[in-house]
């Protein structure tokens, strides 16, 4: 598809935050994040806790929720030479390699291994584009075996901290399901069993998908144009049960609500003018302002890195005035910024 350039540069996307700003640490309670609601027509911006969301929908609306369940995609070994080295794990292949990033990326080239204690070798195949590998995992444990026995949670970079016991389950949302993930679908991690249960009393209809996220989603925009920004493709599925979901609230009228820019891009992908349509397959959507959503009503996301594809595709839901002056009050009101900070509702 051809690339529409963008109405503004990667460096319109900065914006200035102190460095404790950015969570390090979940909260005691997911639901007691705190939740800024920016409406799209006024630019109005008010201040919640995400314990109240189900306030905000309505009965008849539909809630996209996506189920990808976090890999413990993380393992950290030794080369041949004795020195340490990292894998992350991001895609098994059907001829069994995998996709993977490594560390240190100038030592490990082709032909090179890492050993994971005495029952796995890691091989490198081939140096991708990207910072990606093709790998080889050889020894006697299956790739699940391999991850719970040396994989750890594969925190993101910013926050400055190894993994925790505490991680493992907080790095995951109430409804993850489907295993494949590098990162979490962090708009998911502030729902809670009780949250869901109040949306469900209002008559809200709770609709899966399944997107498993890649590395690139922290992969900042480096080019001017943001149009000229590759992005790495992601596997989604959509059941039946929810393409039929969302059309009929299209059809009737109510809210389509995506949690998270992964919901959003699967629902977007996944559009063709009428109707939602099921199925699996990959996408590299990147919506980035100018951009006409069609399948999606009301956004929950958190905030995002600067200059990142996921503060972009916020921008052209909400516009892009209305978008960097809600981070700014954000930042001004001491909210908690990325995976383990707060939410924002685009409504």
């Not at 081939?126 to 994989?151: A, D, F, K, N």
């Not at 596997?235 to 039946?240: A, D, E, L, T």
């Amino acid at each position: 598809m051809e690339r529409v350039p963008s109405r503004y540069l990667a460096s319109d996307f900065e914006f200035e935050f102190p460095d404790e700003a950015v969570a390090q640490q979940p909260l005691p309670n997911r639901a007691d994040s705190r939740l800024l609601i920016l409406r799209r027509n006024s630019g109005n911006i008010e201040h919640r806790t995400f314990r109240g969301i189900a306030d905000l929908l309505k009965p008849g609306d539909v809630l996209v929720i996506n189920v990808s369940r976090v890999m413990p995609a993380r393992l950290k070994g030794v080369r041949s030479n004795g020195r340490e080295a990292e894998i992350l794990l991001v895609h098994e292949d059907s001829d069994g390699t995998w996709l993977a990033m490594a560390h240190p990326g100038g030592k490990l080239k082709a032909g090179r291994t890492v050993r994971f204690g005495d029952d796995v070798v890691a091989e490198i195949l081939e140096v991708l584009g990207g910072g990606l590998r093709r790998i080889r995992m050889t020894g006697s444990l299956q790739p699940h075996e391999i991850m719970e026995r040396y994989g750890s949670v594969p925190l993101p970079p910013y926050i400055r901290r190894e993994p925790n016991s505490t991680d493992k389950e907080r790095y995951q949302t109430v409804f993850a399901q489907a295993t494949g993930s590098v990162a979490a679908p962090t708009a998911g991690l502030h729902f809670t069993k009780q949250t869901l249960s109040d949306l469900r009393t209002k008559r809200v209809e709770i609709a899966e998908i399944v997107l498993h996220v890649g590395p690139g989603t922290f992969k900042p925009v480096a080019v001017d144009d943001p149009a000229d920004h590759v992005m790495h493709a992601e596997w989604y599925s959509i059941s039946p049960e929810t393409a039929a979901s969302v059309t009929r609230a299209r059809e009737r009228g109510g809210r389509v609500w995506a949690v998270g820019s992964t919901s959003t891009r699967v629902l977007e992908t996944a559009w063709d003018g009428e109707k939602l349509c099921g199925g699996s397959g990959w996408t590299d959507l990147f919506i980035y302002p100018p951009y006409s959503f069609k399948a999606v009503d009301a956004m929950l996301t958190n905030f995002h890195l600067p200059r990142s594809t996921l503060l972009m595709l916020v921008a052209a839901f909400a516009g892009y005035d209305h978008t960097m002056r809600a981070y700014q009050q954000a930042v001004a009101s001491r909210y908690r910024l990325y995976s383990y900070g707060d939410a924002m509702a685009i409504v």
